[in-house]
């Protein structure tokens, strides 16, 4: 299979498949401080918020002033586009017009991969018990408990979620419908409080209820229909992994390997630099990846992660095909070092303006950080 896409974006498209899509970041965990989504809804005010017990309303009340022009088939709620299961966004399939048949098309094409997937995933979500008393500090219940290294300041931790309110456990998000695992990189802000604190000392396979009290979550603000001023939240959280914070300075800087000047290799050929203990990478796995990768014939670096966020790669048929190959068998922990002739990378054409030269091998030095 030949590819001649630039290195840019096989990243963007092959190798951050689930990591940078702005789709999947959660509708409600943004730090407490931070911008309201531009979000709208046709049904509703800005300040309305769902009494404990109630229910997003249908159809729109007399009362309510529409915030935008509305649409003749656009009815119900549409501040959680992310998500249309009437258990998480309050809808009444059964009297709710559908958005110009569009909810329709979603539930009886069974073509539609996006759908299949997250149908699959949402079969193991889990209920959340509210509590019996309204949380005044951060309560972490573990439901399930994890094994391996416990996730400190720094880490990403990878999860699945569900919230409900605390008060009445009115859902309001999930990451079970959109089938995408959400990773979270602890001490940063980049989520509320409430996780930040409660994800420390988190472990791979735990599963944990987090009770978070508003101070801790979005305080007086309103965020939604259902996040109302001074709500107190409740999640369970699935951790798929915990990854430990990678230091720029332990980033490859030869590829440990011999290289691979003209003609170069026939093949995809690698050797181990680091046997890792884990698990191992199996096809269908998501393998959480951190990378250099190299010009076969210089050893000039062409582009690496190292000390960013490492990556979420879907490990099967789409992924680069040298990378395929060269990733089967190796080990959570692991480091391999993989070269890869222009047939099993971008053809033959290279990627000059990225700095991979027509006709030239790459060395990919991949660490598996984690899998789930």
Same mark, same amino acid.
């Given at each position: 299979?030949?590819?001649?896409?630039?290195?840019?974006?096989?990243? !963007?498209?092959?190798?951050? !498949?689930?990591?940078?899509?702005?789709? $999947?970041?959660?509708?409600?965990?943004?730090p407490?401080?931070?911008?309201?989504?531009?979000? *709208?809804?046709?049904?509703?005010? @800005?300040?309305?918020?769902v009494p404990?017990?109630? #229910?997003?309303?249908?159809?729109?009340?007399?009362?309510? +002033?529409e915030?935008?022009?509305?649409?003749? *088939?656009?009815?119900?709620n549409?501040?959680?586009?992310?998500? $249309?299961? +009437?258990?998480?966004?309050?809808?009444?399939p059964?009297?709710?017009? @559908?958005?110009?048949?569009?909810?329709?098309?979603?539930? *009886?094409?069974?073509?539609?991969? %996006?759908?299949?997937?997250?149908?699959e995933?949402?079969?193991?979500?889990?209920?959340?018990?509210?509590p019996?008393?309204?949380?005044?500090?951060?309560v972490?219940?573990v439901? &399930?408990?994890?094994?391996?290294?416990?996730a400190?300041?720094?880490? /990403?931790?990878?999860?699945?979620? /569900?919230?409900?309110?605390?008060?009445?456990?009115?859902p309001?998000?999930? $990451?079970?419908?959109?089938? #995408?695992?959400?990773?979270?990189?602890?001490?940063?802000? $980049?989520?509320?409080?409430?996780?930040?604190?409660g994800l420390?000392g988190?472990?791979t396979?735990?599963?944990?209820?987090?009770?978070?009290?508003?101070?801790?979550?979005?305080?007086? *603000?309103?965020?939604?229909?259902?996040i109302?001023? =001074?709500? =107190?939240?409740?999640?369970?959280?699935?951790?798929?992994?915990?990854?430990?914070?990678?230091?720029?300075?332990?980033? @490859?800087?030869?590829?440990? &390997?011999?290289?691979?000047?003209a003609p170069?290799?026939?093949?995809?050929?690698?050797?181990?630099? %680091?046997?890792?203990?884990?698990?191992?990478?199996?096809?269908?796995?998501?393998?959480?990846?951190?990378?250099? =990768?190299? &010009?076969?014939?210089?050893?000039?670096?062409?582009?690496? =992660?190292?000390?960013?966020?490492?990556?979420?790669?879907?490990?099967?048929?789409?992924l680069? +095909?040298?990378?395929l190959?060269?990733?089967?068998?190796?080990?959570?922990g692991?480091?391999? !070092?993989i070269?890869? +002739?222009p047939?099993?990378?971008?053809?033959?054409?290279?990627?000059?303006?990225?700095g991979?030269?027509a006709?030239?091998?790459m060395?990919?030095?991949?660490?598996?950080?984690?899998?789930?």
């Amino acid at each position: 299979m030949r590819r001649t896409l630039a290195i840019s974006a096989f990243i !963007a498209l092959t190798l951050a !498949a689930c990591g940078d899509d702005d789709s $999947s970041t959660p509708v409600s965990l943004p730090p407490a401080e931070g911008a309201v989504p531009e979000t *709208t809804t046709t049904t509703l005010p @800005p300040d309305y918020c769902v009494p404990v017990g109630g #229910e997003l309303p249908d159809t729109v009340p007399e009362a309510f +002033p529409e915030t935008t022009e509305p649409d003749e *088939t656009e009815t119900g709620n549409t501040q959680l586009p992310e998500t $249309s299961d +009437p258990e998480t966004d309050g809808t009444d399939p059964e009297t709710s017009e @559908p958005e110009t048949g569009e909810a329709d098309d979603a539930e *009886t094409d069974g073509t539609d991969p %996006v759908t299949s997937e997250a149908d699959e995933v949402a079969v193991d979500k889990p209920e959340v018990e509210i509590p019996a008393e309204a949380p005044t500090e951060l309560v972490r219940t573990v439901l &399930v408990e994890g094994t391996g290294e416990e996730a400190e300041s720094g880490d /990403t931790v990878i999860v699945d979620y /569900t919230g409900v309110r605390s008060s009445d456990g009115l859902p309001f998000d999930n $990451s079970y419908d959109r089938g #995408e695992p959400f990773p979270v990189v602890l001490g940063q802000g $980049s989520v509320i409080q409430g996780w930040d604190d409660g994800l420390v000392g988190s472990q791979t396979g735990e599963r944990v209820q987090l009770d978070i009290p508003s101070e801790q979550a979005y305080g007086e *603000t309103q965020r939604s229909e259902v996040i109302c001023a =001074n709500e =107190n939240l409740s999640f369970v959280i699935d951790v798929r992994a915990v990854i430990k914070a990678g230091d720029p300075a332990d980033a @490859p800087t030869e590829p440990g &390997v011999d290289l691979s000047p003209a003609p170069g290799v026939d093949d995809t050929v690698f050797e181990d630099l %680091v046997d890792g203990d884990g698990d191992t990478l199996e096809v269908g796995d998501t393998a959480v990846i951190r990378y250099v =990768n190299f &010009v076969g014939d210089t050893g000039e670096v062409i582009e690496t =992660n190292w000390g960013t966020d490492p990556l979420q790669v879907p490990y099967g048929e789409n992924l680069l +095909p040298g990378l395929l190959e060269g990733m089967e068998g190796m080990k959570v922990g692991g480091q391999r !070092a993989i070269t890869i +002739p222009p047939e099993d990378g971008f053809g033959e054409a290279g990627s000059p303006e990225a700095g991979l030269p027509a006709d030239t091998d790459m060395i990919f030095v991949v660490e598996l950080a984690g899998k789930y």
